[in-house]
């Protein structure tokens, strides 16, 4: 069970504060897009989260998109807000962003894998070695496949004990 827990979890993306990743030795971030940086097919992130993107790389982290949907998706979403991109990433697969790491000589410990996805991106996480950090989908999913893996979810979140990490 404890490889679908998260290391830490947090409401949104935009109240993890950088000192939580520095005191940790992170230093690339490697971020989910849909229901975390911002809602399902929106091509715009929240402003919160564009102010958080800016004091994360102010703090000397590298940030990365990690998604599992298309490149068509991804990269106008990447580029409108500056950044580098992982698209059809295979989370919970660890191999794709094994490469992207290791081609910057980051080894998984100093990476963090921040979504809100247990299946995919805490899984991820944990397979990978990265740090994992849960957050909550920006909106509800009622429909169809996504709607029975969070009813999963609850399942597995039933048991999970939030870590406090101050
Ligand atoms: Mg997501």
Redesign the pocket.
């Known amino acids: 069970m404890s490889l679908f827990f998260p290391d830490y979890s947090f409401r949104r993306v935009y109240e993890i504060p950088s000192r939580f990743f520095l005191e940790q030795g992170v230093r690339v971030l490697l971020l ?5 940086l911002t809602t399902h097919d929106n091509p715009t992130p929240h402003r919160e989260v564009l102010a958080w993107l800016d004091a994360q790389r102010e703090a000397g982290l590298r940030l990365f998109l990690l998604s599992n949907n298309t490149p068509e998706r991804v990269a106008p979403f990447a580029q409108k807000i500056g950044l580098e991109f992982i698209a059809r990433a295979k989370k919970p697969l660890p191999f794709p962003l094994w490469r992207t790491l290791k081609r910057m000589g980051i080894p998984p410990r100093q990476a963090a894998i921040i ?3 247990i299946f ?2 805490v899984l991820c996480g944990r397979l990978s070695r990265c740090l994992s950090v849960l957050v909550e ?1 920006m909106e509800e999913e009622d429909w169809g496949f996504l709607a029975t893996k969070r009813r999963w979810e609850k399942v597995v979140l039933r048991h999970y004990r939030p870590k406090e990490w101050e």
């Open positions: 989910d897009v849909d229901n975390t979504g809100d996805q995919t991106d989908p």
